[in-house]
């Protein structure tokens, strides 16, 4: 990864939207020493972070000390190792997730996608821009998928082999049940009013659906899902 191996960028580009808000702290977990320590330096440059720090394992993520102000959570996928009770142990303690995926072939996404994080970045193709953007994004509440991503599957999805069946099985019920609401032009409120979940859960649910069908938004994601024979 050149973009971490090389020197901090001491104010990293501005992409466009609200910043989070100041003072996040930022906790960085991932198995490889350079890509981790990278990480935390090119994070911790970043004026609206107060703290970022950085742990190898889950073992040492889990039991790390605890601020009173909001955090974040990069975390690599491997190191929650298929168990979802993880993921959810994070967002429990009000801490939003991006998970870092080492690519995004089709099988790896799909298994992230179980974790429902609030967001993703791609190892390979991470640089200050992309990584601020996700943090924006989490930070304000939308799920966030980077362009890699979307494209990569989004061809997966259109190879001539590629049946609604097994797109649909990558789906959980709820998800289904959010893109039956979606695809109805109903608002995230009015979704989760309907299936009785927050509003989070509900922009998981979204952002889970958009992935897992590969599209960029709800409008395209329901003619997907119409092509596909899923609704």
Request: glycine share 10%.
């Amino acid at each position: 990864m050149p973009a971490l191996a090389t020197a901090v960028l001491p104010r990293p580009p501005v992409p466009d939207g609200p910043p989070p808000a100041f003072g996040i702290t930022v906790s960085i977990a991932h198995p490889g020493e350079l890509i981790r320590v990278g990480l935390q330096a090119l994070v911790g440059a970043f004026p609206e972070v107060a703290r970022a720090s950085s742990f190898p394992s889950w073992g040492a993520l889990r039991d790390r000390p605890r601020g009173s102000g909001g955090e974040l959570v990069l975390i690599a996928a491997e190191l929650l190792d298929g168990d979802r009770q993880r993921a959810q142990q994070l967002r429990s303690c009000g801490v939003k997730v991006l998970i870092c995926l080492a690519d995004c072939e089709h099988r790896t996404v799909a298994a992230a996608v179980e974790f429902e994080p609030d967001g993703f970045v791609i190892e390979r193709a991470l640089d200050a821009v992309e990584l601020r953007s996700a943090m924006r994004d989490v930070s304000a509440g939308r799920v966030h998928v980077p362009a890699a991503m979307t494209t990569g599957l989004l061809a997966e999805v259109r190879r001539p082999t590629k049946t609604g069946a097994m797109v649909g099985n990558l789906l959980t019920p709820r998800e289904i049940q959010t893109l039956r609401l979606l695809s109805e032009g109903r608002s995230n409120k009015q979704i989760a009013t309907r299936l009785g979940i927050g509003i989070n859960g509900v922009k998981r649910h979204v952002g889970n659906v958009l992935a897992k069908l590969n599209c960029p938004n709800r409008t395209l994601a329901a003619a997907e899902a119409v092509r596909l024979n899923l609704i």
